[in-house]
């Protein structure tokens, strides 16, 4: 490959470089014809020529396959309690009988197919298009898919509760906003779960606004919440992490570090070894 990457440098472009080109077509053409002048050209340690060799290789050549090649990519992942994997920040259901299983994902530029571990097909589904698109065919679902997966309506609902009323409109809302219940569940897992870092106060406060803004979205949320929880300062932060975070270290009262209160503990203890020393 390189020695052909000199020939063109070294030769054939030398051989054109005083020419004048106006089209890219015209300048292949004379590019074609010096290179059959050297394939067709004797070599000078050995016999024949490159054509001559190349119609011997060609007669052992198999044919090209008659289906275009694609570029496969393969990754495994685990069944939600929506129904769907997640491949590629997209969303595609998966039949009803592997809920919490690993299936298999196979996907090329245009199609994504879902195996089970042991090699059976279980659907396939033209690509997402686009960042966050969900493929959800509702035959595969259950007919009482609210009541066969832990992920329901009325379980978000009854989390959102324990926050605040602010939070359960919010969550309400946000199992209204998609045409399929079952593709706001990773939302509102996403909204909930910001208790974990940030306090149930904050996320109250956060959701209030949000309805105040008529935009109660899971990204709304995301992008204020820690703004809310600054303005709340130590209130703001999941208090009860960073209990946990403590557990186990001993915390001194805040009058041990009293400046006072040091030194007559160093004099009290200066006299005593003093009265020790003269005895």
Not at 20 to 39: A, H, I, T
Not at 122 to 138: F, L, Q, V
Not at 177 to 200: A, D, H, I, N, P
Request: with cysteine; net charge neutral.
């Amino acid at each position: 490959m390189e020695n052909a990457v000199g020939i063109l440098e070294k030769g054939f472009f030398h051989d054109l470089e005083e020419r004048r080109y106006f089209s890219l077509e015209q300048f292949n053409e004379d590019l074609w014809e010096k290179l059959e002048e050297l394939n067709d050209a004797p070599f000078k340690k050995k016999e024949h020529c490159r054509s001559y060799y190349w119609a011997e290789e060609k007669e052992e050549l198999m044919p090209l396959p008659s289906t275009q090649y694609h570029y496969m990519e393969r990754a495994t992942a685990k069944v939600s309690s929506d129904f769907h994997v997640r491949f590629d920040n997209a969303y595609y259901s998966v039949d009803k009988a592997y809920l919490h299983k690993k299936v298999v994902i196979r996907a090329t530029a245009s199609v994504v197919k879902i195996f089970s571990l042991e090699g059976e097909l279980i659907i396939e589904w033209p690509r997402a298009t686009y960042r966050g698109e969900w493929k959800t065919d509702t035959s595969r679902l259950p007919k009482n898919y609210e009541d066969f997966s832990e992920w329901n309506s009325t379980y978000f609902i009854r989390k959102a509760s324990t926050v605040g009323s602010n939070t359960t409109e919010v969550i309400k809302r946000i199992l209204k906003s998609r045409k399929l219940e079952v593709q706001t569940y990773r939302l509102c897992v996403g909204v909930l779960g910001f208790t974990k870092k940030y306090s149930r106060p904050a996320l109250e406060e956060c959701c209030r606004r949000a309805l105040t803004a008529e935009r109660t979205t899971y990204t709304y949320i995301k992008n204020t919440i820690g703004a809310v929880a600054e303005e709340l300062g130590a209130e703001g932060y999941n208090t009860d992490k960073n209990k946990k975070r403590n557990e186990g270290s001993y915390i001194m009262d805040s009058s041990y570090s009293d400046m006072e209160k040091l030194l007559n503990r160093s004099r009290t203890l200066a006299d005593q070894s003093g009265k020790e020393a003269q005895r």
